[in-house]
């Protein structure tokens, strides 16, 4: 069997996550990439991606292109995402799926009309410990889910003159931190307890309502600070920092803070659950332990081992305990799953479809919703 050839539309941090991930896929080819012409050349060479273009629209009417990896601001998504599926190529996508849920649902149909592979990309359920820890809480280990609470917290917008695409609506969407890095934590706590968010109620603050944008591409400034006049004030309108009441399907509770601008957290998903026979707590930050709380008898601390997981977290383990895995294996372990099955090999769908796109945004604009009215909003 050849290789599946792919191609991947955006090489900013992410994209070039997706190209290093999916050559470590021995039956995959990275055949082309796309970004802006400006950086093309230098970022594919680097790459060593001999194909590469500044018109995305050569890598979705390529013909010898199987599927298409969408790693682009939040605003191309939809229109990337739809002339691929018309022309037949399978698509991974970033997260959010769109900036509106009515653009979403259609691309849910498209894919199901034309019967094709769809993805999105929440990797975050692709630790080892998280598949362990879903697979104790579906046999019961836990018991009944009580509360589910935790955070997703960055530092790389803590200063007014950290600046980034995400922050102009026109390009992101309407929700900056919760849409972007909140949409990880919720998908992941759904994946994990296996109960669906029934009603939220939100508090957001955007602590810097004035940005500094740089005049000029900030690279051209390494190793030198930038002067008053390099920057044009801008008004923010999104969030930095939001708090998340949430109530489950199953009667349990929960609470989610994410921030943007919380000093000395580089990237860090906290989720911690409390069961009636057990708790369970995760870091991302060390990602190979799993805390497991007791009340008569004492805690435990399961280290990433194959030989101590479960059949259907093994499937996720490359290396034998003591060697650690971490983010770029999420990358690998979720391409995995979603090339297996474009190639048949498996026929189960064991990843996060559009179907995840969608519920995201659906949670997004629902919380937009209760920050707004400052009342409960059912989903």
Not at 81 to 99: D, S
Not at 147 to 167: A, I, K
Not at 255 to 270: C, D, E, M, P, Y
Request: net charge negative; aromatic share 10%.
């Amino acid at each position: 069997m050849g290789k599946i050839k792919t191609g991947v539309i955006g090489l900013g941090f992410i994209g070039i996550a997706h190209v290093e991930a999916l050559r470590r896929l021995n039956f995959v080819e990275v055949y082309a990439v796309a970004d802006d012409a400006s950086v093309i050349e230098s970022k594919a060479q680097k790459l060593g991606v001999e194909k590469y273009y500044s018109d995305y629209k050569k890598i979705i009417n390529n013909p010898a292109i199987d599927c298409v990896h969408i790693c682009t601001p939040n605003n191309l998504h939809y229109t990337m995402a739809k002339e691929a599926l018309n022309a037949g190529k399978h698509v991974v996508c970033e997260k959010p799926l769109t900036t509106r849920s009515a653009e979403a649902e259609e691309l849910v149909k498209l894919a199901a009309d034309k019967k094709l592979v769809n993805a999105t990309n929440f990797n975050v359920r692709f630790y080892p410990l998280i598949h362990q820890l879903k697979c104790a809480i579906k046999n019961g280990e836990l018991g009944d889910i009580f509360s589910v609470h935790g955070s997703y917290l960055q530092d790389w917008l803590f200063y007014p003159t950290d600046y980034n695409w995400r922050l102009e609506t026109e390009l992101s969407g309407d929700s900056r931190a919760v849409a972007d890095i909140g949409s990880h934590w919720m998908d992941l706590a759904e994946f994990v307890i296996g109960q669906q968010i029934t009603e939220v109620m939100a508090d957001f603050a955007t602590f810097h309502p004035i940005r500094k944008k740089p005049l000029i591409s900030v690279e051209t400034y390494t190793g030198k600070l930038l002067t008053h006049e390099d920057y044009q004030e801008v008004p923010i309108s999104t969030e930095d920092y939001a708090t998340i009441l949430i109530r489950f399907n199953n009667g349990g509770h929960g609470v989610l803070t994410v921030s943007q601008v919380f000093a000395g957290k580089k990237n860090q998903i906290n989720l911690e659950i409390a069961g009636s026979k057990k708790s369970a707590s995760w870091f991302s930050e060390r990602p190979n332990e799993l805390w497991l709380g007791s009340r008569d008898s004492a805690n435990e601390l399961l280290l990433k081992d194959p030989s101590l997981l479960g059949a259907e977290s093994c499937e996720i383990v490359s290396f034998p305990g003591g060697h650690n895995e971490g983010f770029p294996d999420t990358f690998k372990q979720l391409f995995v799953k979603i090339y297996s099955r474009i190639t048949g090999i498996k026929t189960g769908i064991e990843y996060p479809t559009f179907e995840a796109g969608l519920r995201e945004i659906r949670l997004c604009e629902k919380i937009i919703q209760s920050n707004q009215t400052k009342s409960w909003i059912k989903i």
